[in-house]
């Protein structure tokens, strides 16, 4: 709570700094909508997603949502903000099913089930990932808990509006999800060969182990959903002094799961581990809203629709360890055409702004069309995280969240103008590159200002180390905290 609460309070000092001459770096602020809330774009190739491509079309956006969309569409106020985007081309804002940014830790490492956790209490809204998401038209993240456990925590879904406090991130009626995992990092089996490092084993460290711990904490969630709802029963009945179960918060998300009020994204690679975990669900009538990275999918796309789950994959990644070595790059468009809902995905704090071309890909490896390629970052996530009446495409109603494009998103030629969220402008490039001088100028006053500089320019070396630290640790180890892919 103390870290979120001196985030938030150096987002809204970085404007009043500024305002009185200091010299803090500051964020970009986002362009508000104007005192009318109206903003008309106008003769662009608009890509709608689910209702076609119009040519030589106008958007108006009014107090932050999609008002229309068509030909010659003109503003109620007269103050509106026009853009003339002739020979450039709208979209909806991205959508990235499975993101690291903003996420200040990734893996609570130390039980195999860590439910209680959530990547909600740790997000950063100053971190600069952020930004670039936004320069690369992505307007809305899934951040996930790692692999590290069989139950992993809880997931944030957040809406990027970089330089606003954090609690205007997260995306208003998201439903809440879990990260599950299986396979070779919940085993963990690569760290315990590293010389000098002693901990212990931790359980599970084999796949028949990883199903156990699934079966035994369902089985525990739902013995503790029985309890309360027999307690609920009785105090409606008028039953007088009844005690209550006492509360388990490793439970309580599982038990919002068993409910359908909290969706399941499980990283998965092998197409054995996939089928058990499908399996599991429909024994405990849960449904598994994504598999992540789901690399052997294309082995098992029928059982995948079947089921009803998600695909949320890389483009490209494949052959990096053991488990991956059967990854090829056609298994979205396998999975497409057996009816699976597919997403293409970040699973980083950077990559989020190339999913553009990452979508692009699809078109090559396995002939997906311009709009399924499209699909796949903007209303097929948006399905994932339940937000589709929202986000994903451009229509009537829905949150004005977009970007302006130079030339077609498919392009690696093309670059993004503006990016919109809720109406509002987050990124600008003509203003980015306006403030480019500005921030060189504030750089070297920060570097004069320096006292720690070398010695041959005036500074003192630093002291010697009071102690030193064991040969291996958890700080120079690499624990893959990145996140769950590599």
């Given at each position: 709570?103390?870290?979120?609460l001196?985030?938030?309070?150096?987002?809204?000092l970085v404007p009043?700094?500024?305002?009185?001459g200091g010299?803090a770096l500051?964020?970009p602020q986002?362009q508000?909508?104007?005192?009318?809330?109206?903003t008309?774009i106008?003769?662009a190739?608009?890509l709608?997603?689910?209702r076609?491509?119009l040519?030589?079309?106008?958007?108006?956006?009014?107090?932050?949502?999609?008002?229309?969309v068509?030909?010659n569409?003109?503003?109620n106020?007269?103050?509106a903000?026009?853009?003339?985007a002739?020979?450039?081309?709208v979209?909806?804002?991205?959508v990235?099913?499975h993101?690291?940014?903003?996420?200040d830790a990734?893996?609570?490492?130390?039980l195999s089930?860590?439910?209680?956790v959530r990547?909600h209490?740790?997000?950063n809204?100053?971190?600069?990932?952020?930004?670039?998401?936004l320069?690369?038209?992505?307007?809305?993240?899934?951040?996930l808990?790692?692999?590290?456990?069989?139950?992993?925590?809880?997931?944030?879904?957040v809406?990027?509006?970089?330089g606003?406090?954090?609690?205007?991130?997260?995306?208003p009626g998201?439903l809440p999800g879990?990260?599950?995992?299986?396979?070779?990092?919940?085993?963990r089996?690569?760290q315990?060969?590293?010389?000098?490092?002693?901990?212990?084993r931790?359980?599970?460290?084999?796949r028949?182990?990883?199903?156990?711990?699934?079966?035994?904490?369902?089985?525990r969630?739902?013995?503790?959903?029985r309890?309360?709802?027999?307690?609920?029963?009785?105090?409606a009945r008028?039953?007088?002094?009844?005690?209550?179960?006492k509360?388990d918060?490793?439970?309580?998300?599982?038990?919002?799961?068993?409910?359908?009020r909290?969706?399941?994204?499980?990283?998965?690679y092998?197409?054995?581990?996939?089928?058990m975990?499908l399996?599991?669900?429909d024994?405990f009538?849960?449904?598994?809203?994504?598999?992540?990275?789901?690399l052997?999918g294309?082995?098992?796309?029928?059982?995948?629709?079947?089921?009803?789950?998600?695909?949320s994959?890389?483009?490209?990644n494949?052959?990096?360890?053991?488990?991956?070595?059967?990854?090829?790059?056609?298994a979205a468009?396998?999975?497409v055409r057996?009816?699976?809902?597919v997403?293409?995905?970040s699973?980083?704090?950077?990559?989020a702004?190339r999913l553009?071309i990452?979508?692009?890909?699809?078109m090559?490896y396995?002939?997906?069309t311009?709009?399924?390629?499209?699909?796949?970052?903007?209303i097929?996530?948006?399905i994932?995280?339940?937000?589709?009446?929202?986000v994903?495409?451009l229509?009537?109603?829905?949150d004005?969240?977009?970007?302006i494009?130079?030339?077609?998103?498919?392009?690696?030629?093309?670059?993004?103008?503006?990016?919109?969220?809720d109406?509002?402008?987050f990124?600008?490039?003509q203003?980015d590159l306006?403030?480019?001088?500005?921030?060189?100028?504030?750089?070297?006053e920060?570097?004069?200002a320096?006292?720690?500089?070398?010695?041959?320019?005036?500074g003192?070396?630093p002291?010697?180390?009071?102690?030193?630290?064991?040969?291996?640790t958890?700080?120079?180890i690499?624990?893959?905290?990145?996140?769950d892919n590599?």
């Amino acid at each position: 709570m103390m870290r979120k609460l001196i985030a938030i309070m150096l987002v809204a000092l970085v404007p009043m700094w500024s305002a009185v001459g200091g010299t803090a770096l500051a964020q970009p602020q986002p362009q508000k909508r104007g005192a009318s809330g109206e903003t008309l774009i106008r003769n662009a190739t608009i890509l709608t997603v689910t209702r076609g491509t119009l040519q030589n079309a106008d958007l108006l956006i009014r107090d932050g949502k999609i008002a229309a969309v068509g030909s010659n569409l003109k503003a109620n106020d007269a103050n509106a903000r026009v853009i003339d985007a002739a020979g450039k081309f709208v979209m909806p804002g991205i959508v990235d099913a499975h993101s690291h940014s903003m996420s200040d830790a990734v893996n609570e490492g130390t039980l195999s089930v860590t439910s209680m956790v959530r990547i909600h209490d740790i997000l950063n809204p100053a971190a600069v990932n952020l930004y670039r998401a936004l320069a690369g038209g992505t307007t809305t993240l899934n951040i996930l808990h790692g692999s590290a456990n069989t139950i992993g925590g809880q997931n944030a879904v957040v809406k990027i509006k970089y330089g606003r406090p954090l609690e205007e991130f997260i995306f208003p009626g998201a439903l809440p999800g879990i990260k599950f995992a299986l396979g070779e990092n919940v085993k963990r089996a690569t760290q315990f060969n590293i010389p000098g490092l002693q901990q212990p084993r931790r359980y599970p460290a084999t796949r028949m182990g990883q199903e156990e711990v699934l079966r035994d904490s369902f089985t525990r969630a739902r013995d503790y959903k029985r309890s309360w709802d027999e307690h609920r029963a009785g105090t409606a009945r008028g039953e007088r002094n009844r005690i209550p179960p006492k509360r388990d918060l490793q439970l309580e998300p599982l038990v919002e799961i068993l409910e359908g009020r909290r969706l399941v994204h499980a990283h998965c690679y092998r197409a054995d581990e996939i089928v058990m975990l499908l399996n599991l669900a429909d024994e405990f009538g849960f449904k598994i809203k994504t598999l992540q990275h789901v690399l052997e999918g294309y082995k098992v796309a029928p059982e995948i629709a079947r089921h009803g789950a998600g695909a949320s994959l890389f483009a490209d990644n494949w052959a990096y360890k053991i488990e991956a070595y059967d990854a090829i790059p056609h298994a979205a468009a396998i999975l497409v055409r057996a009816g699976v809902v597919v997403s293409i995905n970040s699973d980083s704090d950077e990559r989020a702004r190339r999913l553009n071309i990452d979508a692009a890909k699809m078109m090559k490896y396995g002939g997906l069309t311009e709009e399924e390629a499209m699909r796949l970052i903007t209303i097929n996530p948006a399905i994932q995280l339940g937000v589709q009446d929202r986000v994903g495409s451009l229509e009537v109603g829905k949150d004005a969240d977009l970007a302006i494009w130079t030339g077609h998103p498919f392009s690696t030629y093309s670059r993004v103008e503006t990016t919109f969220i809720d109406g509002d402008i987050f990124f600008d490039r003509q203003q980015d590159l306006a403030r480019r001088e500005e921030l060189r100028r504030e750089r070297e006053e920060l570097e004069k200002a320096e006292a720690n500089r070398p010695p041959g320019e005036g500074g003192q070396p630093p002291g010697a180390p009071r102690g030193r630290r064991p040969a291996h640790t958890h700080d120079d180890i690499n624990f893959d905290e990145e996140g769950d892919n590599r």
